[in-house]
């Protein structure tokens, strides 16, 4: 069967690869089970696609290669603007699928679907905009010309935190510039992949231009995505450590990357800042998703003149989460992704409280399954812990103390990430020299909520290198060639 029957979502759950606009099993048979992180009940069975797979994928994606990148930049425009128009006509059944195998409330699944196809709606007009240039020649008899072609064939491994948008920021800008993609997404969240791949076909994308393949063989199938010779470029969003492992197999033939890896978010709150703004971008960036993004708030920096003020208004707004099953009414905090991650948490926090770490707030769970983590606030936390050096991938909100402005620089630079930091500040020339100052890819001035499809998402260090979003992010799916014209 390439889709369940069950009743919700009724006509998007596949569990079959997609290769070549056909639904197919995995040539062993097996199958690995998706399940909800809130109950632990098995949603479906999904086909366990290995290295056979992945061959036939990158086969179907090459051979549909060469008509897709001759399309104009209008007609993949069209196409995927008719895969926007799906996305969103599907947006509650999108939503409520990824309530059910991601665990986030619903409000933000059905936030994060309009987010994904915002991806694509942009793409869609970014389509039309790859130029080249004309370089004034050296000689009248020479014409010098740069051209923009697309890479070619794609591959894409995506995360489990935000399984709609990790996609289509990926595939959007890829189809756009002409390239044809296999996504391996994460085995924790393949149906929402899957429903995507049903709706592209729907929007009349070609056979091949678009592969997926669930599988609970990360390790197998990765290792054939960036040693492929067909393949031209790998974008990864996920952890560090894959990260580097992945550079190095895509090594042995030079492959284009684009890594998006683990961050350590700083957000400082200044002493002249706006205490009631501060807080609610601190909620905001820090409890969004169970604290389950790679951009949240890690590390909470207040200067000691607003510090009380702070405390006391973020206790009262973390009082007031709801944490349940995400589909629940009202809920705000749903469950982490597996029980892995629950462990991970209260190891960091019971290490931090070990070494000094006061336990200002933790909510009551009232859930049975082990997949929940309360809200937690912790203060006279310091950078000796491990909750200050990991990312906690948790509702754990740590704070820390700081006095000058030289001072809290040099702590909240003292990391090998450098995705993502905030800070709060009303002084203008303050401003200016924090924003220069912080060794991120990313800055937000007075906001909580950084990411639009409008703007280059990345970082540096060892948080990665490429950007996804905004016209930056078609640069990484094109090669520059330059003519030089005798005539």
Partial sequence: MTRSHDKNPPNLVFTEALIGNEWCPAS?????????????????????????????????????????????????????????????????????????????????????????????????????????????????????????????????????????????????????????????????????????????????????????????????????????KTVKKLSFTGSTAVGKLLMKQCAGTVKKMSLELGGNAPFIVFGDADVEGAVAGAMISKFRNAGQTCICANRIYVHTNVYDEFLAKLIVRVIALITGPGAGEGVTIGPLINASAVAKVKRLVDQAIGKGAVLTYQAELTHSTDRYYPPTILTEVDESMDIAQEEIFGPVATIFKFTSEEEVIQRANDTAAGLAAYFYAKDAAQIWRVAEALEYGMVGINTGAISTPVAPFGGIKESGFGREGGKYGIDEYLTTKYLNWQI
């Fill in 28 to 228: 062993s048979g097996k199958k690995f089970a998706v399940t909800d992180p809130a109950s632990g009940k098995v949603l479906a069975e999904v086909a366990d696609c290995g290295p056979q797979e992945a061959e036939r994928a990158i086969d179907s994606a090459a051979s549909a290669l060469p008509e897709w990148k001759l399309q104009t930049a209008r007609e993949r425009a069209n196409l995927l603007q008719n895969w926007y128009k799906l996305i969103v006509e599907h947006k509650e059944a999108l939503a409520q699928l990824m309530t059910a195998e991601q665990g986030k409330p619903l409000a933000e699944s059905r936030s994060e679907v309009d987010y994904g196809a915002s991806f694509v709606r942009w793409f869609a007009e970014e389509a039309n905009r790859t130029d080249g240039d004309i370089i004034p020649a050296t000689n009248k008899e020479q014409r010098i010309i740069v051209i923009r072609e697309p890479i070619g064939v794609v591959a894409a491994i995506t995360p489990w935190n935000f399984p709609i948008a990790m996609i289509t920021r990926k595939v959007a800008p890829a189809l756009a510039a002409g390239c044809t993609v296999v996504v391996k997404p994460s085995e924790d969240t393949p149906l929402c992949a899957l429903a995507l791949g049903a709706l592209a076909i729907e929007a009349g994308f070609p056979e091949g231009v678009l592969n997926i393949l669930p599988s609970n063989q990360a390790k197998e199938v990765g290792e054939i995505l960036t040693t492929h």
